[in-house]
């Protein structure tokens, strides 16, 4: 069974500051991994994807990636309000699995001013 | 360039009565997925094609649940009869899978139908 773990929160942050969200997996296999933002009453909207170990930076959004350690995290610099919402971590199978995404709980982010 | 269609946005039905809810992918993509999603079990995954072909409907969770994805542009889910257990909101998603290499299945997510039986 694969797990995709991660803490439900509310993670609160002060507006301005980063905000770390993390996200661990079991399938040691996994090769793609995704950061969705779901506001509340809305759908998930894909912000991020990694497939490499290290970082990949798109704006205020850092994800990190370590496959030896089987996790990966999502920063988000300067926190707005605005980005108060639950993202959700959703994780693919490697080679020869299937296509079809694990997404965890989803971790709750309050930026309040 | 339009996204994922979903109707109706919102379903208000007795129990027993039968429910259609309709999804409209992203034109070129060839993978469609159905999810529920509740606060209770957070978004589970009901039933995936590819290339209109049903692939994987462990998630489906009854026989009164069925999906259909009759050609490229279109599926449906339908649960007959509804029961107040499967008040939820139902979304589809669409990507494009390679036929070979990376499973890179980024999903783009419909606005949904949030489903209500009394």
């Known amino acids: 069974q694969k797990e995709v773990e991660q803490n439900s929160g509310p993670l609160s942050v002060p507006e301005g500051a980063i905000a770390s969200l993390n996200c661990t997996y079991s399938?040691?296999?996994?090769?793609?991994f995704f950061w969705y933002r779901q506001y509340s009453g809305k759908s998930p909207e894909l912000i991020m994807s990694i497939y490499s170990n290290g970082d990949k930076e798109d704006g205020r959004f850092t994800a990190q990636l370590n496959k030896a350690s089987q996790y990966v995290s999502l920063l988000i610099r300067d926190s707005q309000p605005s980005d108060s919402a639950t993202y959700l971590c959703?994780?693919?199978?490697?080679?020869?699995?299937?296509?079809?995404?694990?997404f965890g709980r989803g971790t709750s982010l309050i930026v309040h001013p | 360039d339009a996204g994922v269609i979903q109707s109706p946005r919102h379903e208000v039905t007795e129990m027993g009565q039968e429910v259609t809810l309709r999804c409209k992918p992203i034109s070129g993509h060839n993978s469609l997925f159905w999810y529920r999603q509740t606060m209770m079990r957070g978004l589970e995954l009901l039933i995936y094609?590819?290339?209109?072909?049903?692939?994987?409907d462990s998630g489906m969770p009854e026989d009164r649940f069925s999906a259909k994805m009759p050609n490229a542009s279109f599926s449906t889910l339908k649960i007959q009869p509804s029961e107040p257990r499967d008040s939820a909101v139902y979304f589809c998603?669409?990507?494009?899978?390679?036929?070979?290499?990376?499973?890179?299945?980024?999903?783009?997510f419909g606005p949904g139908t949030r489903l209500t039986v009394l």
């Open positions: 399938d040691r296999g996994s090769q793609s």
């Open positions: 094609f590819n290339n209109n072909v049903p692939i994987d």
């Open positions: 998603a669409s990507s494009f899978s390679p036929a070979s290499g990376r499973s890179y299945n980024e999903q783009f």
């Open positions: 959703a994780v693919t199978a490697g080679l020869g699995g299937s296509y079809i995404p694990t």
